[in-house]
């Protein structure tokens, strides 16, 4: 295979898009070329082992005799082109390789981007038929300096979420007492409704100079 060659055909598998079977082809090359190295070697190897390097001429000068010369002229230029064939087949190998793991990984990433796209639409649709969320408790009275009043709560907010409860498994009063109880000096989430809009408040439960740990009243809503 001439250099010409060579470029010919890995021109012809660079063209477009890199796929499998062009690495295929690629590697049947090059096993192809590393087969005829192996031919041209075992030429040499027939000529009384003269390898790559040995003289051909003798002692005097004069061109050896106990040799084909022309066989072993011609292997020795075949095994440097076929060598230059398979390092250009090589690289190109290299590349194709390269190619077809980055366009894997592009891929991977668009899936990626595509499935948190439909996630975070289906995540929006359910909220949306959901409609918004149902109060279940309602702020009654604060008593200012308590630690209700500095978190932000205001009367007649309504709760939608106070700690872990909510209104999926919001029962009684003693819920919420129960995560204030377990909640001192601990932060926690507390979403309400005020005047049709959501606002998202951290109310720490602590001893202060009033009477329990947050110095407000909630009363329950009828559901």
């Not at 190897?45 to 001429?57: A, Y």
């Not at 498994?169 to 909640?183: D, E, K, R």
């Not at 998202?200 to 001893?207: A, E, I, S």
């Amino acid at each position: 295979m001439s250099d010409e060659e060579a470029r010919q055909s890995g021109g012809s598998s660079q063209a477009g898009a890199v796929t499998v079977s062009d690495v295929q082809e690629l590697m049947r090359r090059k096993e192809e070329i590393e087969a005829q190295i192996k031919a041209n070697y075992d030429v040499l190897e027939s000529q009384k082992s003269i390898g790559m390097n040995e003289p051909l001429v003798d002692c005097e000068g004069y061109p050896r005799s106990d040799v084909d010369l022309y066989q072993v002229r011609t292997a020795r230029h075949n095994i440097i082109c076929l060598q230059n064939d398979h390092k250009a087949v090589m690289k190109q190998v290299e590349e194709a390789l390269h190619q077809l793991h980055a366009r894997d990984k592009e891929k991977q990433a668009r899936d990626m981007a595509e499935a948190h796209k439909e996630a975070m639409n289906r995540k929006l649709d359910q909220s949306e038929s959901q409609g918004p969320p149902q109060a279940f408790a309602k702020v009654n009275s604060i008593s200012p300096g308590s630690p209700a009043s500095i978190a932000g709560l205001q009367v007649d907010d309504e709760i939608v979420e106070f700690g872990s409860v909510n209104t999926q498994n919001f029962q009684s009063l003693h819920n919420i007492g129960s995560v204030v109880q377990h909640s001192e000096g601990k932060p926690l989430n507390v979403t309400v409704i005020r005047s049709g809009e959501k606002h998202q408040l951290r109310l720490v439960p602590t001893r202060w100079a009033g009477k329990g740990l947050l110095g407000c009243n909630i009363i329950p809503l009828q559901r």
